[in-house]
């Protein structure tokens, strides 16, 4: 949809949908998922601090 995957975590725990996280990034070029693991260790860490937040506050 063109959101970061920062975004769309942050939208679905909001919401409380946040289920499975499918980590696998997209290429650009090609638009689709081709099983491409995270490389950015800071867009890496935030997508966890977001997903940690939701199990702390679902789970309290």
């Known amino acids: 949809a063109g959101h970061s995957f920062q975004h769309e975590l942050a939208l679905a725990s909001a919401h409380g949908l946040l289920g499975s996280v499918d980590a696998n990034r997209g ?34």
Do not use: N, V
Request: charged residues 25%; glycine residues 2%; negative net charge.
């Open 27 to 60: 290429d650009l070029l090609l638009g689709w998922d081709t099983d491409q693991f995270p490389t950015d260790i800071y867009e890496t860490i935030s997508a966890m601090r977001i997903s940690a937040a939701w199990m702390l506050l679902r789970w309290r």
